[in-house]
């Protein structure tokens, strides 16, 4: 199961980076950066 969420969180992160196109926030930036760490440790690990 931690290898589905984590898989799910790594491309809501990549999602979001794709949305960077629009303008940027900062908190936008930070969840992105977020994801991608959790969902790569819940895939990996």
Do not use: D, H, Q, W
Not at 11 to 16: N, R, Y
């Amino acid at each position: 199961m931690k290898r589905v969420c984590g898989f799910a969180l790594f491309f809501l992160a990549l999602g979001i980076i794709f949305s960077m196109i629009l303008p940027k926030t900062f908190i936008e930036v930070l969840i992105a950066i977020i994801c991608l760490i959790l969902g790569y440790n819940l895939f990996c690990c």
